[in-house]
């Protein structure tokens, strides 16, 4: 792509980005008050995480079994509380052994 073509995408980009951000700041300068949209606003984060997120996790180890192995330990292991690391090498070590009984049988 030549640069003349690529110049107004990464402008328009830009600025799509940058009113995103800098709307909510200018239009709604006191405090917001409402319970649900305080309670709507802290989970927005983590709900777009987890819809950008858990439909390649089926995907990623090119087996369901493996991945569902792998998605189960992780579920049960954050369930638990345990921290980000601990669930994400959870997740890899029970995928290995899910590989790996798959191989032996």
Known sequence: MSWS???P???VMAGVTYLIRMLP???YRREIRSVFIRSFLHYVPYSVLGAMTFPDVLYATGSLWTALAGLAAAVV???RGRSLLTV???ACL???AAQGLMLLA
């Open 94 to 96: 029970a995928v290995a």
């Open 5 to 7: 073509a690529y110049f």
């Open 9 to 11: 995408y990464l402008l």
């Open 88 to 90: 994400a090498i959870g």
């Open 25 to 27: 700041m200018t239009v």
């Open 77 to 79: 292991m954050a369930w």
